[in-house]
């Protein structure tokens, strides 16, 4: 069965400084994979995808993602961090098939440093 | 360009009781999924909707059920409720037609459920 794993459960860095969020998946060949931000009773909002194509994705608010096949993982990074950018953070997966299902990992919730 | 929308926003049931949660989905999208989010997890996949039948399914049991309507809204129902049920549900919207590679799900603000 496929999954993902987000082995980071807390993450503290200070404002300003740089970010990797880790996220590792299970499937047999290539996923589609998803960030997703979630802020304090929010909803999930999309912050980048992967599909096929350059491995290096960018995204909105200053994110990007590489995909590294080798490694089966999708790491989230930021050069630099906004306090606003405190919330949980969700790595997913579809599967290239007739599944439409979002696999998400467990999350991994960020603090920013003042 | 309005988003996904649910409501209510916040529900509070008792054991045994059953609950309609409701999802409105984005402009233009046809597939509604629906997602349950337990306290300090991540969301776990229950069903979606296209065309207004259940296309796929999670690990969850019958007392979960849903519909679709012909304006592709949606209604997540749970009945002999339990305390387990506690969590915020998740309603997501896909525009489906376009295939395969562009069927991103957009969420909605979700709907806390207490059940006592």
């Known amino acids: 069965a496929q999954s993902v794993t987000q082995p980071d459960i807390h993450i503290t860095v200070s404002e300003g400084a740089s970010l990797e969020l880790r996220c590792n998946y299970s499937?047999?060949?290539?996923?589609?994979l998803f960030w997703y931000v979630q802020s304090p009773g929010q909803g999930l909002q999309l912050l980048l995808k992967?599909?096929?194509?350059?491995?290096l994705v960018q995204g909105i608010k200053g994110f990007e993602a590489e995909f590294k096949r080798s490694q089966s993982s999708f790491n989230l990074r930021k050069p630099s961090v906004h306090w606003s950018d405190a919330a949980e953070y969700f790595c997913a997966v579809v599967r290239m098939d007739s599944s439409y299902k979002l696999i998400f990992g467990s999350g991994t919730r960020l603090l920013v440093r003042p | 360009d309005a988003g996904v929308t649910q409501s209510p926003t916040h529900l509070i049931k008792t054991r045994g009781q059953q609950v309609t949660l409701r999802c409105s989905p984005k402009?233009?999208?046809?597939?509604v999924s629906w997602y349950q989010q337990a306290l300090g997890q991540g969301p776990q996949f229950i069903f979606q909707?296209?065309?207004?039948?259940?296309?796929q399914r999670g690990n969850f049991p019958d007392r979960f059920s849903g519909h679709q309507f012909p304006n592709y809204s949606s209604e997540l129902n749970v009945n002999a409720l339990l305390l387990g049920d506690s969590a915020l549900y998740l309603c997501?919207?896909?525009?489906?037609?376009?295939?395969?590679?562009?069927?991103?799900?957009?969420f909605g603000p979700g709907t806390r459920l207490t059940v006592l």
């Open positions: 997501a919207s896909s525009f489906r037609k376009q295939g395969w590679g562009t069927d991103t799900q957009y």
């Open positions: 909707y296209y065309e207004e039948e259940e296309r």
């Open positions: 402009s233009g999208h046809d597939t």
């Open positions: 499937y047999g060949a290539t996923p589609y």
């Open positions: 992967y599909f096929s194509g350059d491995t």
